[in-house]
């Protein structure tokens, strides 16, 4: 480690930015995952855990305190497709449908950049 941001994982990239692909209209998600396409480094990957759904949603309050954003849900389909129209391979993807404790569905998608030949 060289410093107090490089990372003690060979092939690991520090991805410390918060993006919220959930808060972008669809048009925008093409050039979001273009995005997270370039940050992992060869050998890296990236874990992207969102709400999944099929709906627009305009939440007033969060944690007990008003917001103003927007939310756009997508099928976990969907979002693994944008990535691989990104450039990056899907290599695992876990959904939680909703439950007592768990009001959303949610999904998590690991990708990596391709293998280089």
């Not at 099929?54 to 976990?76: A, F, K």
Request: one cysteine or more; charged letters at 20%.
């Amino acid at each position: 480690m060289n410093g107090p941001t490089a990372s003690p994982h060979p092939g690991a990239s520090r991805g410390s930015d918060r993006v919220r692909p959930a808060e972008k209209p669809s048009g925008q998600l093409p050039v979001v995952f273009a995005e997270f396409h370039r940050t992992p480094t060869p050998v890296g990957y990236l874990l992207l855990g969102v709400y999944v759904g099929n709906e627009h949603l305009p939440p007033t309050q969060g944690y007990g305190h008003p917001v103003s954003y927007q939310s756009y849900l997508l099928p976990l389909n969907r979002i693994a497709e944008l990535l691989g129209h990104a450039g990056l391979v899907v290599t695992a993807r876990w959904e939680q449908e909703p439950s007592e404790r768990v009001r959303r569905q949610h999904g998590c998608l690991l990708a990596r950049k391709p293998e280089q030949p």
